[in-house]
């Protein structure tokens, strides 16, 4: 059997063990066999091709597969939800004190509450919303000094 149909069944192996368990490790041994294929084609000798075989395993384990693992893993950071709301600019359409009231945010609207809860925001009044509780946004008119609210990012 030539050696390099014997290093193609060997990356297929791998390539099927990777699709079962997911970890990329076995990936880029499998590649590494792929590149032992390659050398065995080009007829060099069993050292060459384990050399070959290493050395890609090295590289690709340790060059590759973080770069690849940080893409596959990593989620990009958008709030979503009600956390995109937060910080949110909107217009009070119903007066809005601490127990109830209407505002509207980003073409929806919401059961709203003032903060601090002795305000009372009137209608028109530009809000931001502090947080929501439930299905009820918690806005405030002026800035509160010390309190750091995102415009619609995650912390």
Do not use: N
């Not at 149909?5 to 590494?32: P, R, S």
């Not at 509207?104 to 059961?111: A, L, V």
């Amino acid at each position: 059997m030539p050696a390099e149909l014997i290093w193609f069944v060997v990356a297929g192996g791998l390539a099927v063990g990777e699709l079962l368990t997911g970890g990329l490790y076995l990936l880029m041994l499998a590649l590494a066999a792929l590149a032992a294929a390659l050398v065995a084609l080009l007829g060099a000798g069993v050292v060459w091709q384990v050399l070959a075989f290493v050395v890609a395993a090295g590289g690709l384990t340790f060059g590759l597969r973080p770069i690849a693992r940080r893409h596959l893993i990593s989620t990009p950071q958008v709030a979503t939800g009600t956390a995109a709301l937060i910080g949110a600019d909107g217009v009070v359409v119903e007066p809005v004190d601490r127990h109830d009231g209407r505002v509207k945010i980003r073409g929806e609207i919401w059961s709203a509450r003032a903060y601090p809860g002795d305000s009372v925001l009137p209608v028109g009044s530009a809000v931001r919303v502090l947080r929501i509780d439930g299905a009820t946004a918690i806005v405030h008119q002026e800035e509160i000094p010390g309190l750091d609210v995102p415009r619609g990012e995650l912390p």
